[in-house]
């Protein structure tokens, strides 16, 4: 039932349309249009974070079910509906989606400078296709924004990105489109099979064992690209140093997130013998991710690459977390895409903030920023830590739990897990101390001036939600709680009828 008497979610997912209409109809001289590009975009991203929080603040955190659902007719023929709703594992992600939007329009407001109206309009498209995919609770409906997101994207790092972008982008598209194919073979099979795409009626469907691998398998070749998993993690290097500094912001804030968003909305619940059976190879495609990009991130001299592979190599945590199946674990993973979300967002805001200053990225090139640049060292510090993991900060929450949840199924999963942890902690120092340390040499470096009051208000709100969310983490996993712990004893009771139904193991 809706809980606010009108469309909230349709409201929150068509709204970035409606401004991206009114952008395009704007006529003047460049800089009119371009200026009322920036700030359409800007207003119409905030007033869909206004609405965000009416969800974030009328949510049930004692419900385990879906909430604030919408259905309309679209295929009947096929079975197929329009059907939005949110649970506590899709509602924080609706959240980050909506945040991080008008902090991207606002760090782009100088750096941004040609085609600015189809700039604008290209994150307003993206930000509908993040939030529908997040409600989205048709399977057809889900797969028409999870692959809607590749377009604007597509668009951001071919036409705004630096030198090699057209390369990028188009390996970007191909690898993500063709895991996504495999995907959409599986839509059809357990559409032919449960006469639905309805995710509330395919959640409560129970498939043949044979059949759950290959569903699983399909659907690891779109989720793994998506997360990026070792080996299919090489696009994400290339898109991240191709793209625009608010590209890279959504790329790992949101998009790096669908990926094991899938894993804990079909995945796991709809197919969990298959889950339960593979589980072993997806903890070793995870820690040798948390343990090899962490030693290349150590080898990079461009920040951005180096701040890319550490993202492979925090959400190979979060599908350890993920693959645990009890409740430390899955919301130890909840709240590891969560801090990730918001810190490595604001790390690469921070490599944004000089290289709109110094056009480099190379780590060589600075040294002593502190001197100039206090509060820019203050900011950069604090996501440094966050990024390490500091207790305090949201970053150590979910490393915690998810080490606690992965000791329970394996010691020595937890131990190599951790090591990538350990490894965070060097390259990111080693980073920090380069940049912002030692002796001001650079005579270039002499002048450069620290964050604009525009620049602080882009990083105010991520500075307090790392520090919200390390302090008082209950109120951020009090919203998945219950949806946590419904899908664990699903998946717990879906295989002990599997077990008595073999006679043994699931097979």
Known sequence: MNTVGFPLLSLLTWLPLLGGVIIMSVRGDEATV???????????????????????????????GFQFVETAAWLPQWNITYKLGVDGI????????????????????????????????????????MVGMFAALDFVVFYMFFEGVLLPMYLIIGVWGGPRRVYAAIKFFLFTLAGSVLMLLALLAMWLTAGTTDIPTLLHTTFPAAMQTWLFLAFLASFAVKVPMWPVHTWLPDAHVEAPTAGSVILAGVLLKMGAYGFLRFSVPMLPTASAQLAPLMFALSVVAVIYTSYVALAQSDMKKLIAYSSVA???????????????????????????????????????????????????????????????AFVFMLFTLASAGLPGTS??????????????????????????????????????????????????????????????????????????MGIFPSSFSGFWDASVG????????????????????PR
């Open 486 to 505: 419904a899908m664990v004893e699903q998946h717990q009771a879906a295989l002990a009828t599997a077990v008595q139904l073999a006679g043994g193991m």
């Open 34 to 64: 371009a200026a009322n590009a920036r700030w359409t975009a800007l207003w119409t991203s905030l007033v869909v974070l206004a609405l965000s929080l009416v969800l974030w603040v009328r949510f049930d955190q004692s419900e385990a």
């Open 90 to 129: 899709s509602v924080l992600f609706v959240l980050l989606s909506t945040v991080l939007t008008p902090i991207c329009i606002l760090a782009s407001w100088d750096a941004i400078t040609v085609r600015v109206r189809e700039y604008m309009l290209a994150f307003l498209v993206l930000e509908t296709m």
């Open 395 to 468: 970053g150590f929450v979910g490393e915690f739990l998810v080490l606690v949840g992965a000791f329970k199924v394996n010691f020595w999963l937890a131990l190599l897990g951790s090591l990538g942890m350990i490894l965070g902690v060097v390259y990111m120092l080693w980073l920090y101390r380069r940049v912002i340390f030692g002796a001001l040499t650079r005579v270039e470096l002499r002048d450069i001036l620290d964050l604009s009051p525009r620049e602080v208000a882009v990083f105010a709100p991520l500075v307090v939600l790392t520090l919200w």
């Open 314 to 376: 925090h959400m190979g945590v979060v599908t350890i977390g993920i693959f645990t199946f009890n409740v430390q674990g899955i919301s130890g993973a909840m709240f590891q895409m969560l801090s990730h979300g918001i810190v490595s967002g604001a790390l690469f805001l921070c490599v944004g903030v000089i290289y709109d200053r110094m056009h480099t990225r190379e780590i060589a090139r600075y040294g002593g920023l502190a001197d100039r640049m206090p509060v820019y």
